[in-house]
């Protein structure tokens, strides 16, 4: 790791210090995935759900050419206004940081930048997959996790996408899926894709020890899909229905590539009459909870 591109908050500068355990969490959901003020909200109430379960957040985003592991409540509005941000994968960072600009981090970067500084615990919603009609269009999200010794905590991969070569991507990569309470992944906003788990895992300390076998033998990153609150989930049947005319709006607008995702997502917000917006808050809150007990427990 170079020290030049990376800065730490002053409250991730004494949780290191002191040996805390830290979760790291995203910008891009904040900057880009909800509606303002509830993105700003939201951004709190992940970072306070970490700290009611005594780790420490670490949100993690690009600013003036360098990697700050955990913004201040002033940066963090900065980046839930919006402005002068651009989306910041893998593959954007060393451009980004080199022209000095500023960036909200994807799950990808996010995970990166996280294991390049020794935190083993990253807090999400849904990562992304496989692309729909198109196998070869690949987040970097997974290749990060087959990549990077970290340990994603999220509700499984993004409705939108492709499941089940999603799954089968995770598969070949060697990159465990363990269900948190669960036998069957999560397809973000459904309870259940009906694809199964590698494993199923009732408490943190479970989880650690896998995470820090896996680690030991060679391992590297590592899924844990947390279904979303059973009071908001959307059932299946409705959301592909929405899921299908929403594509179809973006294949004749020629939406496509980064922009598909938001894309979707905002006709899947506008369609349940806001009620995915409720849904990714209460998801993107839990996952940080249980990240931080994770993280925890990984360092007891």
């Not at 700003?40 to 420490?56: D, N, P, S």
């Not at 000095?100 to 615990?121: D, F, L, M, N």
């Not at 729909?132 to 987040?139: E, I």
Request: proline share 6%.
């Amino acid at each position: 790791m170079n020290d030049a591109h990376f800065r730490f908050g002053p409250h991730v500068e004494a949780a290191r210090a002191s040996g805390q355990p830290l979760v790291a969490l995203e910008t891009v959901v904040v900057a880009f995935g909800l509606p303002h003020p509830i993105n700003l909200q939201v951004a709190h109430e992940m970072e306070a759900a970490v700290r009611a379960e005594g780790a420490v957040p670490a949100t993690i985003g690009l600013l003036e050419g360098r990697i700050v592991i955990g913004l201040t409540p002033a940066e963090l509005a900065e980046f839930a206004g919006g402005e002068n941000l651009r989306k910041i994968s893998r593959r954007d960072i060393a451009v980004a940081l080199a022209r000095g600009e500023r960036g909200a981090t994807t799950v990808a970067a996010t995970a990166w930048a996280a294991a390049r500084v020794g935190i083993r615990a990253v807090a999400t919603g849904g990562i992304g997959g496989v692309h729909r009609g198109t196998p070869f269009d690949v987040s970097n999200d997974l290749p990060t996790l087959a990549t990077e010794p970290v340990l994603v905590v999220c509700a499984g991969p993004k409705a939108v996408l492709d499941l089940r070569a999603t799954r089968e991507w995770l598969e070949t990569h060697g990159v465990p899926v363990l269900g948190w309470g669960i036998e069957t992944i999560p397809a973000f906003y459904s309870a259940s894709s009906g694809l199964r788990v590698d494993a199923r895992v009732d408490t943190a300390e479970e989880t650690a020890a896998i995470a820090r076998v896996h680690w030991a033998v060679g391992g590297k990153g590592i899924l844990v899909v947390v279904p979303p609150p059973a009071d908001l989930a959307l059932p299946m049947g409705r959301l592909e229905a929405i899921l299908e005319q929403a594509m179809a709006e973006a294949e004749r607008a020629g939406v496509q590539g980064w922009a598909l995702t938001p894309f979707l997502l905002a006709r899947v917000a506008e369609r349940t009459g806001g009620e995915s917006v409720a849904l990714n808050r209460a998801l993107l809150i839990e996952n940080a909870r249980i990240a931080a007990r994770i993280a925890r427990a990984l360092e007891a």
